[in-house]
């Protein structure tokens, strides 16, 4: 009755994450092709001077947005001298700039006011920012002014110096630790072993769900289908029943190298001590 339920909560779990996971990839897809429209376009430059011009590139039917330095862009990075950053992702770019001006709008007008502009539409944005400089370590925003004497005696002023630093090119994974072991050390699974893992997973889960729905009556029913051992069949079927966090740590690949098929079949019974059986820290 305890492995039945259990399974209930694994099912549940797996049907749950691939429900959000395909919702979050649509999501994402319609959000990247609607705004076609580089918020930024012909405000950012590199701390060198260059322009850096909208491009994008397509992965996976995914387009992803980018800004990026003349120079780069042109094969010129040799010859020419080159900013510190050559190319930032549009998506971070421009939220962080939307954000910083609208905070500082929120300290010279009324909240009703501020609420009236629009900093997500181009056009508004170009009416309160003259340009943005990339540097290393922070982004230099030079802002418009209605009063030309005022621009002109008080140009500092006129500027928002904002902390900021390029997002890294891979997005680093919290990797479940083993017992006494440090983060900079610890690799993830590679994707060969990773995806065996997961198609293992599931083949496992589709077993037992044959079992228990009573479409397979016999262990040996179910080797002679699938041409394999009773040993392969039990063992396989074991890991159906890893604890949640073990399955959700292997789809994101999140496991640390050496945790494999072999170390998670048969596994004890309680979620808690699967954790422990591993070596590795429960998130």
């Known amino acids: 009755m305890r492995q039945g339920t259990r399974l209930c909560q694994i099912w549940n779990f ?3 994450a691939v429900r959000q996971k395909s919702l979050d990839q649509w999501s994402h897809r319609t959000i990247v092709r609607n705004k076609s429209d580089h ?8 701390d060198a001077g260059h322009r850096m011009v909208p491009t994008h590139a397509t992965k996976a039917g995914v387009r992803y947005r980018y800004y990026v330095s003349t120079p780069f862009l042109h094969g010129e990075a040799k010859t020419a001298s080159a900013g510190s950053v050559s190319r930032i992702p549009a998506a971070d770019i421009e939220a962080v700039v939307v954000k910083f001006v609208q905070e500082h709008l929120a300290t010279k007008q009324d909240k009703s006011t501020t609420g009236a502009v629009r900093l997500g539409d181009r056009g508004d944005l170009e ?6 400089v990339v540097c290393k370590d922070r982004l230099i925003v030079r802002l418009k002014s209605d009063n030309a004497e005022e621009a002109s005696d008080c140009p500092d002023d006129q500027s928002l110096s904002i902390p900021w ?11 479940l630790l083993p017992h006494n072991a440090s983060r900079s050390k610890v690799r993830p699974q590679q994707f060969e072993r990773r995806a065996g893992l997961v198609s293992a997973i599931a083949r496992g889960r589709r077993w ?4 228990v729905s009573g479409r397979v009556t016999t262990v040996a029913q179910l080797c002679t289908r699938e041409k394999c051992s009773v040993r392969q069949v039990n063992m396989t079927i074991s890991l159906a029943f890893l604890a949640p966090n073990l399955v959700k740590a292997a789809v994101e690949g999140r496991l640390p190298r050496g945790i494999g098929i072999e170390r998670l079949r048969d596994p004890p019974t309680e979620w808690g001590r699967q954790f422990d059986a591993l070596g590795l820290n429960p998130e």
């Open 208 to 211: 037992l769900d044959d079992v």
């Open 127 to 132: 009416q309160l920012v003259a340009g943005i």
């Open 14 to 16: 797996v049907i749950d």
């Open 39 to 46: 918020l930024l376009t012909g405000l950012l430059f590199d």
């Open 165 to 175: 630093q390029k997002p890294p090119s891979k997005r680093s994974r919290e990797i």
